[in-house]
């Protein structure tokens, strides 16, 4: 990356990281675009080179703040060691509830603005400089531990609404109790999120193999190569 690209990243990245002081300060609809381009010392048409508007930046913002929570759970899992692939999962809602308890601001911030669009845009692009992304890397785990599930942007996008949802009021109320105290059903509630995603990928297999079969025998049947129908009466 040439000194021009770097000055333009750092230049974005004062952009955002000031819209979200403001945004967590002031709130969204308070804040302008000349105070987030006075705030981080930059020209008013620097503003426009990256974003559309105020809801364009709100909306890279998030995708940007929600990418690095995913880029930095990625990091922390690295070098652990786990039992399955629902053990991961976990450990990866468990380090998003530690940073999001550790930012109030960043908690309230996400929880209200995230979207699926949004979402699937920062768990596909979470780590763009390096070879393994986020994204990879779940693909990669599933595999190597037989989970089976072809939505896996779904699976993730429910757990993490879940997570920000039902830990809202937790993390910063203690309602209805406090966060350490609702972990443990938070976790059953996740391994059984997987275990319906995995249920449902195992069962439209077994669906489309069961009509895959009845297709080859009615073949099979219609060209008189079957004789004996007893299948058909088990079916």
């Given at each position: ?41 930059l ?43 629902e ?5 990866v ?12 601001g960043?908690l ?19 780590l ?17 531990n ?31 109790v ?28 077994k ?29």
């Amino acid at each position: 990356m040439g000194k021009v690209d770097i000055n333009k990243k750092q230049k974005k990245n004062a952009l955002l990281q000031t819209a979200f002081d403001l945004f967590r300060d002031k709130g969204f609809a308070k804040t302008t675009i000349s105070d987030i381009v006075s705030d981080a010392g930059l020209a008013k048409g620097t503003f426009y080179l990256y974003f559309k508007d105020k809801y364009d930046l709100r909306d890279k913002l998030i995708a940007h703040k929600a990418g690095q929570l995913f880029a930095d759970a990625h990091h922390a899992l690295l070098n652990q060691k786990f039992n399955s692939f629902e053990d991961q999962i976990i450990a990866v809602a468990d380090y998003i509830i530690g940073r999001l308890n550790d930012d109030h601001g960043l908690l309230t911030f996400i929880s209200k603005n995230l979207s699926w669009g949004i979402f699937k845009t920062a768990f596909e692009n979470t780590l763009p400089d390096e070879s393994l992304q986020f994204y990879d890397y779940i693909f990669e785990q599933m595999k190597k531990n037989s989970y089976v599930c072809p939505e896996p942007e779904l699976m993730l996008f429910t757990i993490i609404e879940l997570v920000g949802s039902t830990c809202y009021s937790c993390i910063l109320y203690g309602q209805p109790v406090s966060v350490e105290e609702y972990l443990p059903y938070l976790h059953t509630v996740i391994r059984q999120i997987l275990a319906g995603f995995w249920f449902n990928s195992r069962h439209k297999l077994k669906q489309k193999l069961l009509r895959n079969k009845f297709s080859y025998f009615f073949v099979q049947k219609r060209n008189g190569h079957f004789r004996d129908h007893s299948f058909f009466r088990i079916i």
